[in-house]
Each structure stands twice: as structure tokens, then as C-alpha cells.
């Protein structure tokens, strides 16, 4: 069994940065593939980025491909998603998921997922 815990949320004005992190616990040595999902209100879960166990493989959703970058050290076993040049429409709870194998866009190929760190993007 995996925990993975969602921490760094917060209120950010539009164009700012913001950095989210996932703290893994449990069974972390299995191989997971990670990914950061968000949800905004009344909208379902969608992907924003993933990142194979090794690291050397990333995936991001078009929306923020070149605003955010995610990141992991599996020695502290922790993802990261640093979120450059914030808009409004980036408002969401944002969620952790990891999963056996490679990366999947869909949040119903994963295993595991946290409880979610809201972030807040102001005009």
C-alpha cells in the first residue's frame, strides 16, 4: 500500500509561482509512476502531468506544457509540480496519484491518490 500526501497550496496572484509536493509513504520501492491530477469545481479530475519511476520520462497535459514542470527524488521519496506563470483557470485542487508501470492520462489507472492541496489563482 502506498500514502501520498499533497502539501503547498495555496493563494497565488496571476502570473506567479506556486510549488506543490506529494510525499509518498509505504510501499515506494514497487516502481510507481506519478502524476499530479486537478479538479476545479463542478469539472471532472483531469490530467495536468506525470513522470515515469526513473525520472527520465515526463508527460504533460497542453494546457501547461511549458508553465509547469514536475519533478521527483526518489531518495525522499516526494514529487514535485512547480507551476510558472499562473492563471485564474489553474484554480483547482490538485491531487497526487501514482500507479504500477508507465504513465496513463487517465486518473482510473491509478492505484493510489491523496487527499488533494487546493490552489488558488487570483486575477
Known amino acids: 500500500q502506498v500514502q501520498l500526501v499533497e502539501s503547498g497550496g495555496g493563494l497565488v496572484q496571476a502570473g506567479g509561482s506556486l510549488r506543490v509536493s506529494c510525499a509518498a509513504s509505504?510501499?515506494?520501492?514497487?516502481?510507481?509512476?506519478m502524476a499530479w491530477f486537478r479538479q476545479a469545481p463542478g469539472k471532472e479530475r483531469a490530467f495536468v502531468a506525470g513522470?515515469?519511476?526513473?525520472?527520465?520520462?515526463?508527460f504533460y497535459a497542453g494546457s501547461v506544457k511549458g508553465r509547469f514542470t514536475i519533478s521527483r527524488d526518489n531518495a525522499k521519496n516526494t514529487v514535485y509540480l512547480q507551476m510558472n506563470s499562473l492563471k485564474p483557470e489553474d484554480t483547482a485542487v490538485y491531487y497526487c496519484?501514482?500507479?504500477?508501470?508507465?504513465?496513463?492520462?487517465?486518473?482510473?489507472?491509478?492505484?493510489?491518490w491523496g487527499q488533494g492541496t487546493q490552489v488558488i489563482v487570483s486575477s
Open positions: 509505504g510501499r515506494t520501492s514497487s516502481g510507481y509512476a
Open positions: 496519484e501514482a500507479r504500477v508501470g508507465g504513465i496513463s492520462t487517465s486518473p482510473d489507472a491509478y492505484q493510489h
Open positions: 513522470i515515469t519511476w526513473s525520472g527520465d520520462s515526463t
